[in-house]
Antibody, heavy 119, light 108 residues
Framework: QVQLVESGGGVVQPGGSLRLSCAAS????????MHWVRQAPGKGLEWVAF????????YYAESVKGRFTISRDNSKNTLYLQMSSLSTEDTAVFYC????????????WGQGTLVTVSS | ESVLTQSPGTLSLSPGERATLSCRAS???????LAWYQQKPGQAPRLLIY???IRATGIPDRFSGSGSGTDFTLTISRLEPEDFAVYYC?????????FGQGTKLEIK
């Protein structure tokens, strides 16, 4: 079965950096686009970034453009999110999610990893 | 960017009743690239509906989606106790892949 396991969350000071990972298993990782979605405490879902199956295309939400970088290593079945210039507004649970088919909805989600930006 | 507005914000119903949740987009959603997700406290979202009306794998047939263009609806025909949760609509036709703000379905 599909499994997505995020890691790398924690407490970081404003202005700091953090790299999240999402380990994938149970499917052919190299064949699917992947997303990051975040959820601030008590708030709704916010799409963050997308990377095509081969890494050739990447898209970002305006709120993170220029600060976050999505990448993947298909040889390691792992998705990454490098985050820098973090602010308190970035505090959230970050989920990785797999697209059902190219350009389709998100059919599998990880359990999430909490990022807290605080001094 | 297509802004999705869900209504109502909170819906209070009893088990066995019918629930109707609305999602309105500020721009037409291309090719009905509209999905619905369910999220329970402390859990990740779960895909219910994609393509506006297609149930995802394993989703009971009491869940149904309809609509096109800018107006979409999620209907739960007879509420079960496990259906009380927060529901989000999302457009995935073009980046940014925006979500609605959510509708909380609570037990009356």
């Amino acid at each position: 079965q599909v499994q997505l396991v995020e890691s790398g969350g924690g407490v970081v000071q404003p202005g700091g950096s953090l790299r999240l990972s999402c380990a994938a298993s149970g499917f052919t990782f190299s064949g699917y686009g992947m997303h990051w979605v975040r959820q601030a405490p008590g708030k709704g879902l916010e799409w963050v970034a997308f990377i095509r199956y081969d890494g050739s295309n990447k898209y970002y939400a305006e709120s993170v453009k220029g600060r976050f970088t999505i990448s993947r290593d298909n040889s390691k079945n792992t998705l990454y999110l490098q985050m820098s210039s973090l602010s308190t507004e970035d505090t959230a649970v970050f989920y990785c999610a797999k697209e059902r088919l190219a350009g389709s909805a998100f059919d599998n989600w990880g359990q999430g990893t909490l990022v807290t930006v605080s001094s | 960017e297509s802004v999705l507005t869900q209504s109502p914000g909170t819906l209070s119903l009893s088990p066995g009743e019918r629930a109707t949740l609305s999602c309105r987009a500020s721009q037409s959603v291309s090719s009905s690239y509209l999905a619905w997700y369910q999220q329970k406290p402390g859990q990740a979202p779960r895909l219910l509906i994609y393509g506006a009306s297609i149930r995802a794998t394993g989703i009971p047939d009491r869940f149904s989606g309809s609509g096109s263009g800018t107006d979409f609806t999620l209907t739960i025909s007879r509420l079960e106790p496990e259906d009380f949760a927060v529901y989000y609509c999302q457009q995935y036709g073009s980046s940014p892949y925006t979500f609605g703000q959510g509708t909380k379905l609570e037990i009356k």
